[in-house]
């Protein structure tokens, strides 16, 4: 019957997976929305259900949407979803994790595994989406950084041709891949709609908080109000980002084996115990049911965190 039970869970699973990675991605989705609305009926009733709102609501179900709309953790949280470039939901995200939890604790007491082991490895499920959203948030910002000096130089090139400085932000989010683009091109729309470019500037340096992009905000406002040579400042700062990002590279490069060494030395303890424990359960269980065991753990992993700290601080090399 357990076994049964776990091929219907993967069986799920699969088909679930499978689901995720066949749909619509964003960009077709809002393509065939488009098409529809040009090849429709063009009456009063679709001119009606158009809505130019943008839908950034915290949960489909509206009561969820108006508990989560109310608590700070919760318009964190959409924060970090928004700059890592996902198109989910608060709701969606805490349900998953929820999910993940019980399945993954409902799969380790099926296998007879000890019940802090169970707890520990669902709660690593139940954090897993966390750690996938700011490691997504993360490689976001480096590519943002890698493309940001093209954009300016971009920007740099229009001014010198003559556009204004409003066109040019146009043109970077028409020209320039995403995700510099797409913000570039959500400043363009919200000055379209009337915001103050100085307003969708400050609301492109809240989304993206990485220094290039506050600098690059700060150079434009200064030049805009007390006037200057943008031009110059932009040219400066594009070669002074790319010596940087250059100098990041080496960096990397250098520190590739530290870093590998540090993440062997991390996961190696933790992986040796749940691989003896699937194993041998009698082998480990002196440190999961008797006392003195459990100290020694709990010394363990703080000397492991202690350790993962300091091994982070050596490898890591601010330019």
């Known amino acids: 019957m357990a076994l049964l039970l776990l091929f219907v869970f993967i069986l799920v699973a699969v088909f679930a997976v499978v689901a995720m990675l066949t749909q619509p991605t964003r960009t077709e989705k809002l393509v065939h929305t488009r098409l529809r609305n040009v090849t429709g009926p063009q009456n009063a009733s679709t001119a009606q259900r158009v809505d130019i709102l943008r839908n950034d609501s915290y949960s489909s179900i509206p009561w969820l949407n108006r508990l ?14 928004i700059e890592a470039g996902l198109n989910w939901t608060v709701g969606l995200l805490l349900l998953g994790s929820f999910v993940a939890f019980l399945v993954v604790y409902w799969i380790g007491d099926l296998l007879g595994l000890n019940r ?26 480096r590519r943002f950084s890698t493309l940001l000096p093209e954009a300016m130089d971009l920007i740099s090139r229009a001014l010198r041709a003559g556009h204004s400085l409003t066109a040019a932000i146009d043109l970077v989010g028409q020209e320039i891949a995403d995700p510099v683009g797409k913000e570039f091109r959500r400043v363009s729309e919200e000055q379209n709609l009337g915001l103050p470019l100085r307003d969708a500037l400050l609301n492109l340096a809240d989304r993206v908080p990485i220094p290039d992009v506050r600098f690059l905000v700060a150079a434009m406002l200064i030049q805009r109000e007390t006037g200057g ?10 070669s002074l980002l790319r010596d940087r990002i250059r100098l990041e590279g080496e960096v990397r490069i250098h520190t590739a084996q530290g870093r590998l060494t540090g993440w062997i030395l991390c996961l190696m303890p933790i992986f040796m115990f749940f691989a003896l424990t699937a194993i041998n359960p009698n082998y480990t269980s002196p440190l999961l049911n008797e006392p003195l065991g459990r100290r020694l753990l709990i010394t363990g992993a703080v000397f492991m965190l202690f350790g993962i700290l300091v091994i982070r601080r050596i490898v890591q090399i601010k330019v």
């Open 68 to 81: 989560f709309g109310n608590l700070t953790p919760a318009a964190r949280l959409r924060k970090l979803i």
């Open 116 to 141: 802090l082991v169970a707890l520990v490895i669902a709660g690593a499920a139940f954090f897993a989406p966390y750690t996938f959203i700011h490691l997504r948030r993360k490689q976001q910002f």
């Open 229 to 238: 040579n943008l031009v110059e400042v932009l040219d400066k700062t594009t």
